[in-house]
């Protein structure tokens, strides 16, 4: 195998943080064009916004299998190693992290960077140390120069979670594992950023902004953060020291570890390392692995992988042959079969296949879309359909992918909806046809599939970030970790227009009317930690909101009469007082609740008063008929004989049986009636009452006041305008006697109604005892016949012979037999002794 002369090649070896990356991009940009190829796209990316800073976006470009920026003029390329192009000559090339020629799936690409990428002035291979023989065997004329780490790199020990220091990265090796590690340090910690090869250099850049900025002081990533992936990282925890490697399950290699290991820790500031406590038994460093790492003393490299580059496409045959050529130096070992390489073997079984890659164009061809890498993860069996389909495609007509087919590829994966999981997998898929648009000769529109393509991976790329940040990121608990500490008085509370108590601009609880009650998600310390900064910072706002009370129009106020609820006044649409019983019907006490009874002095008085008003400016006149009886039952200036009626008539809400008065009523003269007629009170048949009280309002009112002078929930409401009720209910009937109804078997009629049928009752018996009552004003009402008679029982009237015919004789109004109450005893008296 023939090599490139090896002049001009300078080794630069050490552990991470030693700044060998930092050294390659001053000497690349040093030179008058270059390349350097790295280990992932995101590491790549990275570097390549670094040097378009220094350059300017014109001169540099990116190129990885699945994004190509490349000005007409780039001279500075930055590529993932295997994009990088060989047919370039350029002054400077630079090969990242070489020592990744020993892996098994990729290492054979690396190895041939190593052997044949070179700069025609200078060419720079960055790696660990325990490359340094590899060198000098492969590149005996190359010059070694081996760098010290910065900072001093120490074990720590096993810590929980809950005890991690902030700026630690924790370090996981499966997708499930990430997520689970993150979902427990958004309970306990307030959340973190997420870091994976996986993710698109969009959504990796938005979670380690996020974790740069401080808004976040944890990461949770895979070990790609072991790949010169610069971030401020203090401590690295290891949640599990084995990963599956693509065929089995292994405990990490010494190198592997220190490669991790060494993230923690910038320039001059030492770092540290360790594990989860409680992971699993193989989570556990030796005492040996842990001297070597803190010592950076490892095992030399003694073979890299190695695959034949130089391949016959003669044929079939001819290039499986050309791909299983073994290498001849001792050094290099053949690398075991790639995704690439079993991909062809399952395709070249495939008769259709055979048939079309029967010249060396097809069969480079054929070999160029084994090449397509599995973004999905799905397997070679798997992968090797869709590679087999896009073959059939470029093997055929014009030897290109039909655009509608490739659009309907792209079509439905272009969706933001669905989970982390859900999204991460859409984003894989979209990197497949990434890197089937950058090549040229694959659609007939390649720029614009590529740009699209693009776009797409964007638009998911933020959906997964948003994603991401919403599963685990609780901003709440990150605030009060990072700002709080122990000392609520720290924290710098704002209240929104719609209530929302914000902290930093995040929501930890709400403000409503005078109640703050914090975020449902709070638990534990948090909620302890909420009140107490609320009761700190919220009594200013608290302040500032009575005086907005006070000064509030009775508009703002209401009264809220729900059946079932106790009876409340609400201000601005939040409940304010509630209403308890009083010294009197007219007169209940206002009970206002806690939030507002720990108000200064000053702010509660300016409270009740205002209340107080609103409810003699806006209830109380609704009421006046009421109010006017209640205070003449009390003036001095009634009579006597009055006095206890109108206190019993006011007591009950304007509505008296006759029955409980009947005494009482005997005992007055022309004037007393008179008097209670000016008050507006109706003598009726059976009730005495105030018509204008059994209004739809007034109605609504008095039941309010009844159920407050119960000490009971607010009962149901007759229909407004309703005046019969037929088979109420037993909690809308009792309601409905208060309300002014009475009832007659099945049916309730207002009283009012009960009075006009007595009047023309009594209209059409004139002076006679016997007469014709005609039912039509009854029935008008609805008013059954079964109801009609019992009307007409208890007025008085009793039918003569068949009450169908409807001849009702006059007796008198029955007088009920009743134990006479105090007031009826002592009105009885009176009567007695004036006559």
């Given at each position: 195998m023939s090599q490139r002369a090896s002049s001009g090649i300078t080794a630069v070896l050490g552990p991470t943080n030693t700044g060998k990356t930092h050294l390659a991009v001053e000497r690349l940009c040093a030179h008058s064009s270059g390349i350097m190829g790295f280990p992932l796209r995101l590491l790549a990316r990275e570097v390549y916004d670094r040097v378009v800073r220094i350059k300017g976006e014109k001169q540099v470009g990116l190129i990885t299998g699945e994004e190509r920026i490349l000005p007409p003029d780039a001279r500075w390329l930055l590529c993932t190693a295997e994009s990088m192009p060989t047919d370039r000559d350029v002054a400077f090339v630079g090969l990242d992290e070489a020592q990744l020629g020993i892996d098994a799936e990729r290492g054979h690409v690396f190895t041939d960077r190593l052997l044949q990428a070179r700069g025609r002035e200078e060419t720079m291979i960055l790696g660990s140390e325990s490359l340094k023989p590899i060198v000098r065997t492969l590149l005996p004329d190359a010059e070694i120069i081996t760098r010290p780490r910065f900072s001093q790199l120490t074990y720590a020990g096993a810590k929980k979670l809950s005890r991690l220091p902030p700026r630690t990265a924790i370090v996981a090796f499966s997708a499930e594992h990430v997520y689970a590690v993150a979902e427990m340090l958004r309970r306990t910690r307030g959340g973190c950023a997420v870091v994976m090869g996986a993710l698109s250099p969009a959504t990796r850049n938005a979670q380690v902004a996020m974790y740069e900025a401080g808004e976040v002081d944890y990461l949770v990533a895979t070990d790609a953060i072991g790949m010169g992936l610069n971030m401020d990282v203090g401590h690295v925890a290891f949640a599990s020291l084995a990963k599956f490697d693509g065929k089995r399950q292994r405990r990490l290699h010494l190198a592997e570890m220190a490669q991790i290991a060494g993230r923690a820790g910038r320039h001059q500031r030492d770092g540290t390392f360790g594990v989860l406590a409680g992971g699993p038994d193989e989570a556990a460093f030796s005492e040996q692995e842990i001297e070597r790492i803190e010592e950076h003393r490892f095992n030399p490299l003694d073979h890299l992988m190695w695959r034949n580059s130089d391949l016959d496409f003669g044929s079939l045959e001819r290039l499986a042959t050309s791909l299983e050529v073994k290498p001849d130096n001792p050094i290099l070992r053949a690398a075991p079969e790639a995704i690439d390489l079993a991909v062809l073997r399952l395709l070249t079984r495939d008769r259709a296949v055979q048939d079309r890659a029967r010249d060396p164009r097809m069969v480079k061809r054929l070999w160029a879309a084994c090449g397509l890498p599995d973004f999905r993860k799905?397997?070679?069996?798997?992968?090797?359909?869709?590679?087999?389909?896009?073959?059939?495609?470029?093997?055929?007509?014009?030897?290109?992918?039909?655009?509608?087919?490739?659009?309907?590829?792209?079509?439905?994966?272009?969706?933001?909806?669905?989970?982390?999981?859900?999204?991460?997998?859409?984003?894989?898929?979209?990197?497949?046809?990434?890197?089937?648009?950058?090549?040229?000769?694959?659609?007939?529109?390649?720029?614009?599939?590529?740009?699209?393509?693009?776009?797409?991976?964007?638009?998911?790329?933020?959906a997964l970030h948003a994603r991401l940040t919403e599963r685990f990121v609780d901003r709440r608990t990150s605030v009060l970790m990072k700002t709080v500490g122990h000392d609520p008085a720290l924290l710098d509370v704002q209240v929104d227009a719609d209530g929302r108590v914000l902290v930093d601009e995040e929501m930890i609880g709400t403000l409503s009317g005078f109640t703050f009650t914090p975020d449902a998600a709070a638990r534990g310390k948090d909620?302890?930690?909420?009140?107490?900064?609320?009761?700190?910072?919220?009594?200013?706002?608290?302040?500032?909101?009575?005086?907005?009370?006070?000064?509030?129009?009775?508009?703002?106020?209401?009264?809220?009469t729900e059946p079932g609820t106790p009876v409340r006044i609400l201000w601005d649409r939040v409940e304010i007082a509630q209403l308890k019983p009083g010294k009197t019907l007219l007169a209940p006490r206002l009970a206002l609740p806690p939030s507002i009874s720990r108000l200064d002095p000053a702010s509660r008085t300016l409270i009740e008063d205002r209340l107080d008003l609103w409810f003699d400016r806006t209830i109380a006149p609704r009421l006046a008929a009421l109010g006017r009886i209640a205070a003449a039952s009390t003036d001095p200036q009634t009579p006597a004989s009055l006095r206890g009626i109108l206190a019993q008539l006011a007591e009950h809400g304007g509505v008296?049986?006759?029955?409980?008065?009947?005494?009482?009523?005997?005992?007055?003269?022309?004037?007393?009636?008179?008097?209670?007629?000016?008050?507006?009170?109706?003598?009726?048949?059976?009730?005495?009452?105030?018509?204008?009280?059994?209004?739809?309002?007034?109605?609504?009112?008095?039941?309010?006041?009844?159920?407050?002078?119960?000490?009971?929930?607010?009962?149901?409401?007759p229909l407004p305008g309703l005046g019969l009720l037929d088979k109420p209910a037993p909690t809308l009937a009792e309601a409905a006697l208060r309300a002014g109804f009475r009832r007659f078997g099945d049916q309730m009629l207002r009283v009012d109604l009960v009075e006009r049928i007595a009047r023309a009752a009594h209209d059409a018996r004139g002076k006679e005892r016997t007469t014709a009552v005609d039912p039509a004003l009854a029935v008008s009402l609805g008013v059954g016949g079964a109801t009609f008679a019992r009307l007409m029982r208890a007025l008085g009237f009793h039918p003569v012979g068949d009450a169908q015919a409807n001849q009702w004789r006059w007796r008198g109004r029955p007088r009920r037999t009743r134990p006479p109450t105090p007031v009826n005893a002592a009105f009885a008296v009176l009567g007695q002794l004036k006559r």
């Open positions: 799905v397997g070679a069996d798997h992968h090797a359909r869709l590679v087999g389909q896009i073959f059939a495609f470029l093997s055929e007509g014009a030897g290109q992918i039909p655009a509608p087919w490739f659009a309907q590829q792209i079509a439905r994966l272009d969706t933001v909806q669905g989970d982390v999981e859900t999204i991460a997998a859409r984003i894989s898929e979209v990197r497949t046809w990434a890197y089937v648009a950058q090549r040229a000769d694959w659609l007939a529109d390649a720029p614009l599939w590529a740009e699209r393509t693009r776009t797409l991976e964007l638009k998911l790329s933020d909620h302890k930690r909420l009140l107490a900064a609320a009761d700190l910072r919220l009594p200013k706002e608290l302040a500032r909101r009575a005086q907005k009370l006070a000064q509030s129009a009775d508009g703002a106020f209401a009264l809220v008296l049986d006759r029955s409980g008065v009947d005494e009482a009523l005997v005992s007055l003269d022309r004037s007393h009636r008179q008097a209670l007629q000016r008050l507006g009170v109706t003598l009726g048949a059976l009730d005495l009452f105030l018509p204008v009280l059994l209004k739809p309002e007034p109605t609504r009112l008095r039941l309010a006041l009844w159920a407050v002078r119960k000490g009971q929930p607010m009962p149901p409401l």
